[in-house]
């Protein structure tokens, strides 16, 4: 696995597990009426989280050119509850499976005739 997708993959987890604490903290805010100021800071560092995430998806775009309808979950998985956990799975078989092939695909066997 290349530094690319190993970072997507741990920012995927990262922003999911912010996006479910931030969801908590608005049940816990509008269902309670407590936790105001704790709903806001865990919002700002969530969007934080997923402007770093953006910039991680962008890398990992450039280095594997995913189709366009996986760029898209990629990139609403980040706010959308619980998506990053279903998708990040799936991009990342598609990625591995893909970078197989790219490896696969460019080395020549040797055969006979390559050392006359």
């Known amino acids: 696995m290349t530094p690319v997708l190993r970072r997507y ?4 987890y990262v922003v999911g597990t912010m996006l479910l604490i931030f969801c908590v903290m608005i049940v ?13 800071i865990v919002a ?13 998806v962008a890398q990992a775009v450039l280095a594997m050119r995913p189709s366009g309808g996986r760029v898209v979950l990629m ?27 790219v490896v696969l695909g460019g080395a020549q066997p040797e055969g006979p005739e390559d050392h006359q």
């Open 44 to 56: 700002q560092v969530h969007g934080i989280i997923y402007m770093v995430y953006l910039v991680t």
């Open 9 to 12: 993959q741990v920012m995927s």
């Open 75 to 101: 990139i609403i998985s980040g706010i959308i509850p619980l998506l990053a956990f279903f998708v990040e799975p799936r991009i990342m078989r598609a990625m591995l499976a893909a970078q197989d092939v």
């Open 28 to 40: 816990v805010r509008h269902g309670f009426g407590v936790g105001k100021e704790a709903e806001m």
